[in-house]
Structures are given as structure tokens and as C-alpha cells.
């Protein structure tokens, strides 16, 4: 039984994460479906130019976004054996934090923390602030993996792309997927 992973995408500036994710992992032939809410098409829009839905359709999985509450996702019956939240919004993050099931990633999220399964959420933001630092504190008490989009430099990044991958790889690392996306410190 392979891994099935699903990615979703929130509203914070850092839409490169989710999407290297998602299509690492459908190379992989292990990604299972992809979430997404209005503010996250909206960062894209504005921040790259593109139109989120169609740039996740190329990917050839199932696409659900926030309010479709009939998705399989919205059930533990359904949970996937990870979910990857990148990027993270602030918002998205006080909700799991605080099991408020108020939209599909949400949701989707506190089941798989039901079940024990593995959540990681990537936040990208700056400074941080002490409401969310507590809020990541209390999601990791809760079980998620709290996975900063905060990209090393041992590996000499040359490119913004390198930097995402880093971030990207340190995902896989989390979820045991062989790779490589960046250099590995060798001291």
C-alpha cells in the first residue's frame, strides 16, 4: 500500500510551496487530491499571475475547494495518510489549532489529527506574532508538524527555486519520501 497524500493551499503569500509540493508528489505517484480556498486563487492571482484551479488541473487529481463540504475530505471515513497545508495562513492555522471545522481544509485537517495521521503545516510569515506562536504550539500539541517556510543556505541555494525546494524537500523528509531536492549537510 503506497502513500496517499493530499496537499492543500490557503490564503498566505508563499503559493510556490504548495504548488512544487503537489506536483513532486504526483510525480511520485502519490498524490491523492488537492484543496483550496478563495483566498488562496486570490494570492495566486495576484502575486503569480495565475489562475490556482487551472494550474492544479494539469496536476490530474481530484480538485475540491473550501466550501465543497460534500467532498470525500470532509469525513474521517476519508482521511488521506497525510495532509500537507501550504502554505498555511494564519487564519487556517487558528482554526486547526483551535478544532474549528468551519470549511473542507479545516476539516479535512482535524480528521486526519483524529486519526493520528500526519498534518504538516507550513506557515510563511513574518514576524510572528505571540498569538501565532501560540496557536503553532497548540497545533503541535494537537499533533501537526509545524514546517516553517523557512529556507536554509547550507545547500548554496543559487535560485528562488531552489529555496522552494528545499522547503519541499523538508516535507517529503517528514513524510518518509525518498528524494532529492536539495543537498543534504555533510558537516
Known amino acids: 500500500m503506497s502513500l496517499r497524500v493530499v496537499v492543500a493551499l490557503t490564503g498566505a503569500s508563499g503559493i510556490p510551496y504548495g ?3 503537489a506536483e513532486v508528489l504526483a510525480e511520485k505517484g502519490l498524490l491523492e487530491a488537492i484543496l483550496y480556498t478563495r483566498s488562496a ?3 495566486a492571482e495576484l502575486e503569480h499571475g495565475i489562475r490556482l484551479s487551472e494550474t492544479l488541473k494539469q496536476l490530474g487529481v481530484p480538485l475540491y475547494r473550501e466550501d465543497e463540504m460534500d467532498a470525500p475530505y470532509a469525513s474521517s471515513s476519508r482521511s488521506p495518510d497525510a495532509l500537507v497545508v501550504a502554505p498555511c495562513s494564519m487564519k487556517t492555522l487558528a482554526m486547526i489549532a483551535h478544532g474549528i471545522p468551519d470549511n473542507l481544509v479545516t476539516r479535512a485537517a482535524l480528521a486526519v489529527l483524529r486519526l493520528r495521521r500526519t498534518l504538516i503545516l507550513v506557515p510563511r510569515e513574518t ?3 505571540v498569538a501565532e506562536l501560540r496557536n503553532m504550539l497548540r497545533a503541535a500539541e ?3 508538524v509545524i514546517l516553517p517556510a ?3 543556505f547550507y545547500h ?3 535560485s528562488v527555486n531552489d529555496m522552494v525546494d528545499f522547503i519541499v524537500g ?7 519520501v525518498p528524494h532529492s531536492l536539495y ?3 555533510r558537516g
Open 19 to 21: 504548488l512544487r509540493a
Open 156 to 158: 548554496r541555494p543559487r
Open 127 to 129: 514576524p510572528l506574532g
Open 142 to 144: 494537537n499533533g501537526a
Open 170 to 176: 523538508k516535507i517529503l523528509d517528514v513524510l518518509g
Open 150 to 152: 523557512m529556507p536554509g
Open 183 to 185: 543537498r543534504r549537510w
Open 41 to 43: 486563487e486570490k494570492v
